[in-house]
């Protein structure tokens, strides 16, 4: 570099160029927020509706994701109603004794013993995927009904179906509060929770 070149280098941006160069970052940051408020409103929106299905489909096997109230009850129930052939849970701690996971589902110790199986290995949401994806297959199921959470569907389903190539997924959203209506938008910890799996959902779909 020339002794000119550096010197030009060195010389302080014009405050007119500079005024515009913050003004353009700050508009692109703005519209990136509003790009991702407005996200979150739809995502907010689409999970409020969801509902519990009061028939679902039958399917080869069911699988609870671990981690939020109502899911294992909910799983339990559609195994009895025989919506699946088995049930597997994803996500047990692994120092979970046998008595209190059953104790916990509800489940009469011969369906716990004949029809449940336990996942001990998945420490998070993916995790989840490739475990139910390695007991599917090996299986030989091609249908689950998938139990967790309305919030926590579409990030549970998304990681899925990226796992499950091939296999049907029914998702099915246990519902503990009701945020139809904009809901939502009135309970503090509802809004905190949406807000913050909205996040995760949108980096899921960014590493894929």
């Not at 060195?10 to 991702?36: D, H, K, M, Q």
């Not at 609870?64 to 699946?84: H, N």
């Amino acid at each position: 570099m020339t002794e000119n070149a550096a010197a030009a280098a060195l010389e302080p941006v014009p405050r007119g160029r500079l005024l515009r160069i913050v003004t353009l970052f700050s508009g692109a940051i703005a519209l990136l927020a509003a790009v991702y408020l407005l996200g979150f409103a739809i995502f907010a929106m689409h999970v409020a509706g969801l509902k519990t299905p009061a028939d679902p489909p039958s399917a080869d096997a069911i699988v609870v994701l671990t981690g939020g109230q109502s899911r294992l009850e909910a799983a339990v129930e559609l195994l009895r109603a025989g919506k699946g052939k088995r049930l597997l849970i994803s996500g047990v701690h692994p120092q979970a004794r046998k008595q209190a996971l059953q104790r916990a589902t509800g489940a009469e110790a011969a369906l716990f013993t004949c029809c449940i199986d336990v996942d001990r290995v998945a420490l998070d949401t993916i995790g989840n995927a490739v475990e139910s994806a390695r007991w599917l297959t090996e299986q030989g199921f091609v249908s689950a009904i998938v139990v967790t959470n309305n919030y926590h569907i579409p990030r549970s389903v998304l990681e899925m179906q990226r796992q499950s190539a091939g296999i049907k997924l029914h998702p099915y959203p246990v519902v503990n509060s009701d945020l139809n209506n904009g809901g939502w938008l009135t309970k503090p910890n509802a809004l905190r929770v949406l807000f913050t799996e909205y996040g995760k959902y949108v980096m899921a779909l960014v590493r894929g």
